[in-house]
């Protein structure tokens, strides 16, 4: 089977430069409003909606997500709408280690999360270390195409420039990308790096080509519309699906901060894992509906 990935990027607007206008680099403090939007198919594509709020603050980084998704309630019922956790991920710098806790702000519980470092070059020779040889494919598996098109189209927003660089100091330096082609040959690997003993690799390597069309953006977007569009070739023939996905920041300010925000509240209670801190809810008269569907299964089954 061979799926092709065709993921058209459009930035719909850049900010108009001028000298009048402040640049957001100058700025300690930042706050970053953005919406995502999902639509296409398959239709139960989740999540549909997010919120997502960024503050930065020196070498400290706050966000926060909201998550909406629709799905059935039950297999063939109606269609609802949930609610993950309000969450938060606050990270901070200490030299080149980053630290980090996840919250759940619903439930005022956090866990401490092991985060990134620079790897030492001893590190960095061990993950290098020589894996059993697999078959190389003949031709590429994967497809990977992106499209960057400037439409023209300028608008002023936020009276700010576009070249913002959310990142805190400890972050990985980012990846500059060029039109033209690259390959890669990827494989899913169990067991640890170095790892000579005992077969490692749970699949023969997929080669993957990805190819840039036009100069990709890197400056800051504050509208973005990805189309990806996904051929898949089976026994019963060709389907192809769309999904779009459109992101827009509706907030920058650079205000004063309240450094608390990048503080674990004294009253939040502790957990071993982020898994603790997963779960769906959704509105009480869907549970309630829930809760009738499964009771009246129940007595069905009894008569």
């Excluded at 970053?32 to 070498?59: C, D, F, H």
């Amino acid at each position: 089977m061979i799926t092709f990935h065709r993921i058209a990027v459009v930035p719909a607007a850049v900010v108009l430069l001028g000298s009048a206008m402040p640049s957001v680099l100058e700025s300690t403090d930042l706050k970053i409003r953005t919406i995502q939007q999902n639509s296409g198919t398959p239709v139960a594509m989740n999540p549909r909606l997010e919120e997502r709020v960024v503050y930065l603050e020196g070498k400290r980084r706050r966000t926060e997500e909201r998550r909406e998704q629709r799905n059935s309630l039950w297999p063939g019922g109606p269609q609802v709408t949930f609610y993950e956790p309000h969450g938060a991920l606050i990270e901070s710098c200490d030299g080149d280690t980053k630290k980090a806790f996840s919250l759940n702000l619903d439930n005022r519980t956090f866990t401490p999360i092991e985060m990134s470092r620079r790897l030492t070059p001893e590190e960095i020779k061990a993950f290098q270390a020589p894996i059993p040889p697999k078959a190389e494919p003949t031709r590429p598996t994967v497809l990977h195409e992106t499209t960057t098109m400037d439409t023209g189209e300028r608008k002023q927003a936020f009276g700010y420039y576009i070249d913002l660089d959310t990142r805190i100091s400890c972050d990985p330096p980012r990846k500059e990308l060029g039109e033209g082609t690259t390959y890669a040959a990827v494989s899913v690997v169990i067991g640890t790096s170095g790892q000579t003993t005992g077969p490692i690799s749970a699949s023969n390597p997929s080669l993957v080509r990805t190819t840039y069309i036009g100069k990709p953006e890197t400056g800051f977007p504050i509208w973005r519309r990805t189309t990806i569009r996904n051929s898949v070739s089976t026994r019963a023939g060709n389907s192809e699906q769309v999904s779009v996905m459109e992101t827009e920041v509706t907030e920058l300010s650079a205000n004063p901060l309240d450094p608390n925000l990048f503080e674990v509240p004294t009253n939040f209670r502790s957990v071993l894992s982020p898994q603790a801190l997963l779960g769906l809810r959704v509105a009480w008269w869907a549970r309630w509906l829930a809760w009738g569907h499964y009771y009246w299964l129940r007595f069905r089954k009894r008569i």
